[in-house]
């Protein structure tokens, strides 16, 4: 079972930036493809962001793309999600996704079977 934990979350002013940290246990994990998603309060879980395990390929959710940048460290089992610009629109739990298999990098949740607890991020308008 792989482990996922999210750090990184909190409060800021519109306009400002946060960066969100994940960790997954396993040696092997400069072999899977993670992904970000987010919920806001009464919406549906959406993707954010992901990163291929194989040459570090990404894909961004159109309502991110230019804001948010996905990153990884193999050395430190960690990824993480540099977010500028943010909005109001970005306040959710943001949740951090494992696919071990890291066959093909996907947007849909139910690629990814490792999920961590959650951060809240909030940005006040």
């Known amino acids: 079972q792989v482990q996922v934990e999210e750090s990184g979350g909190g409060l800021v002013q519109a306009g400002g930036s946060l960066r969100l940290s994940c960790t997954a246990s396993?040696?092997?994990?400069?072999?899977?493809?993670m992904g970000w998603f987010r919920q806001a309060p009464g919406k549906e879980r959406e993707f954010v962001a992901a990163?291929?395990?194989?040459?570090?390929?990404?894909l961004y959710a159109d309502s991110v793309k230019g804001r948010f940048t996905i990153s990884r460290d193999n050395s430190k089992n960690s990824v993480y999600l540099q977010m500028d610009s943010l909005t109001a629109e970005d306040t959710a739990v943001y949740y951090c996704?494992?696919?071990?298999?890291?066959?093909?990098?996907?947007?849909?949740?139910?690629?990814?079977?490792?999920w961590g607890q959650g951060t809240q991020v909030t940005a006040s308008s």
């Open positions: 990163i291929s395990w194989h040459l570090g390929r990404t």
């Open positions: 396993g040696h092997t994990f400069p072999s899977y493809n």
């Open positions: 996704a494992a696919d071990p298999l890291g066959v093909d990098l996907s947007p849909l949740s139910h690629h990814y079977p490792n």
